[in-house]
């Protein structure tokens, strides 16, 4: 299946995975086809007007909607660098 893959900054790119692929299997793609690190990808389904958290790598894609044609949404955790938020009262 071929799904449509939207970074939230607005950038699209499409992904060929197969129809019995899992979460992670579609991780895998990203990550070869974007040089985008897997382990840092949050993917996000919306169906029929519901939004899917994929959270679980070894579930296949169908059990969230994903089919040919889906758009997933692509965001990323962040890093884990030991620094801390901005307080916003400084502003």
Do not use: N, W
Request: hydrophobic share 40%; aromatic share 8%; glycine share 4%.
């Amino acid at each position: 299946m071929r799904v449509v893959v939207e970074i939230m900054t607005g950038t699209l790119f499409y992904i060929e995975v197969a129809d019995d692929a899992m979460v992670a299997d579609l991780k895998k793609e990203i990550e070869a086809q974007e040089k985008l690190p897997r382990d840092r990808l949050i993917l996000i389904v919306y169906d029929d007007d519901h939004s899917r958290l994929m959270s679980e790598s070894e579930l296949p894609l169908v059990d969230y909607g994903v089919r040919d044609g889906s758009h997933i949404y692509l965001v990323f955790e962040p890093l884990d660098d030991g620094s801390t938020p901005l307080d916003s009262s400084l502003f």
